[in-house]
Every structure is written in structure tokens, then in C-alpha cells.
Antibody, heavy 121, light 113 residues
Framework: EVQLLESGGGLVQPGGSLRLSCAAA????????MSWVRQAPGKGLEWVSV????????YYADSVQGRFTISRDNSKNTLYLQMNSLRAEDTAVYYC??????????????WGQGTLVTVSS | DIVMTQSPDSLAVSLGERATINCKSS????????????LAWYQQKPGQPPKLLIY???TRESGVPDRFSGSESGTDFTLTISSLQAEDVAVYYC?????????FGPGTKVDIK
């Protein structure tokens, strides 16, 4: 059974930093691309970033480009999202999701439960 | 960026009746060499993460009831629930994964009439 468990969310001041983690189990992590999707309170889904199986290719939404960095450690079966220069509009539940293939272009076939990030002074 | 639009914003359907949700992409999401539309549908129930229902516009994910189906016509896509059940109350999102950023539609809320 595929399991994705996010952690690292919390309250942070504007301009601050936070690193999210997503621990994966139940599949061969190094064979699949992984993605982050966020959802602001009461709003729809917003795609944030994706990283291919090897970690060699990454893509970002314009809204986070230059501030967020996606990475992975295939030896630890863990996905990360380093978030810097956080803004109030980054407040959201952040979901980790498994891509259906090793490359970035695929549907998101499994999702974690999400971790809440709140940016406020 | 590819813009995804959905209609209606919300709909209420009687139990056992058909629900139809539309999604339109601002440009083609067809990868011609594979003849596949890079389009997925997700269901999100209150307090839960999204769940994949349909990928490649019309392929049902394993374990998804066959009352859910997807269809395509150019840049227009449709999710149909053939016979609405109480457990289908949710928000439904389409997403294109053809070109980055992989944009989602705004969502369609489905309720029981």
C-alpha cells in the first residue's frame, strides 16, 4: 500500500523559511516522479512543483519560482520542499503526491494527508 | 500557461441521476505521438486529500466505480457520473499535465438535490 506522510508544517512569520518533508513507503520511490500541490483555506488546488525520479529535472509554478526548492533523497525515500521568503499568500495545506511515472508528465495517483503551513505575524 | 476552466461551478443532482461536469483547456493537451490527452480528473471529499479518478482523459483509475467516466472532444473534456450516489458528494477538479505549470481547473461542487 502506498503511503505518503508529510511533516514540517507550522506557523512562520512573513519572510521566514520552512522545510516540508514527505516520507514515502509502499512503492519503489526512486522510480517515480513526485509533486507538491497546495490548497489555501476554502480554495481550490494549486500545483506547486514536480521532480522526476532521478531528481535531475524540476519544475515550479510561477508563484513560487525562485523561492521554493523541491528535492528528494532516494536513499531515504523522502521528498522535500524548501520554502524561503514566505508570504501570507503561501498559507495553505501542502500535499505531497506521487506521479504515475518516472518522468514529470503524469497524473497524481496517490496523495498524502497534507501539512498546514500558516504564514502570519 | 494552460488555463483550465470548469462548468458549472456547482450542481445538485438527485440520487440515481446523471451528473455532468465540463472542463476546457485553453490550448490542446494532446500529445500527438502518443495520441493521448494529458488530462486527469480528481475527486476531493471534505477534509480529505484529492483522489485520482480518471487519467489520459478517459482511463478509469483502478478501483474507481464504473459509474465514473471521462470523455474528450478537442479541448473539451467531460466527467460523467452515470448514477449519483450519496458518497459522490465532493468537489471535482480537472488537471492538465501536458505543459508546466500543470494547472488545475477551479473545481465543481456536486451535491444531492
Amino acid at each position: 500500500e502506498v503511503q505518503l506522510l508529510e511533516s514540517g508544517g507550522g506557523l512562520v512569520q512573513p519572510g521566514g523559511s520552512l522545510r516540508l518533508s514527505c516520507a514515502a513507503a509502499g512503492f519503489t520511490f526512486s522510480s517515480y516522479a513526485m509533486s507538491w500541490v497546495r490548497q489555501a483555506p476554502g480554495k481550490g488546488l494549486e500545483w506547486v512543483s514536480v521532480i522526476r525520479d532521478s531528481g535531475a529535472t524540476t519544475y515550479y509554478a510561477d508563484s513560487v519560482q525562485g523561492r521554493f526548492t523541491i528535492s528528494r533523497d532516494n536513499s531515504k525515500n523522502t521528498l522535500y520542499l524548501q520554502m524561503n521568503s514566505l508570504r501570507a499568500e503561501d498559507t495553505a495545506v501542502y500535499y505531497c503526491a506521487k506521479v504515475s511515472g518516472g518522468r514529470c508528465y503524469g497524473s497524481l495517483d496517490h496523495w498524502g494527508q497534507g501539512t498546514l503551513v500558516t504564514v502570519s505575524s | 500557461d494552460i488555463v483550465m476552466t470548469q462548468s458549472p461551478d456547482s450542481l445538485a443532482v438527485s440520487l440515481g441521476e446523471r451528473a455532468t461536469i465540463n472542463c476546457k483547456s485553453s490550448q490542446s493537451v494532446l500529445y500527438s505521438s502518443k495520441n493521448k490527452n494529458y488530462l486527469a480528473w480528481y475527486q476531493q471529499k471534505p477534509g480529505q486529500p484529492p483522489k485520482l479518478l480518471i487519467y489520459w482523459a478517459s482511463t478509469r483509475e483502478s478501483g474507481v466505480p464504473d459509474r465514473f467516466s471521462g470523455s474528450e472532444s478537442g479541448t473539451d473534456f467531460t466527467l460523467t457520473i452515470s448514477s449519483l450516489q450519496a458518497e459522490d458528494v465532493a468537489v471535482y477538479y480537472c488537471q492538465q499535465y501536458y505543459g508546466t505549470p500543470f494547472t488545475f481547473g477551479p473545481g465543481t461542487k456536486v451535491d444531492i438535490k
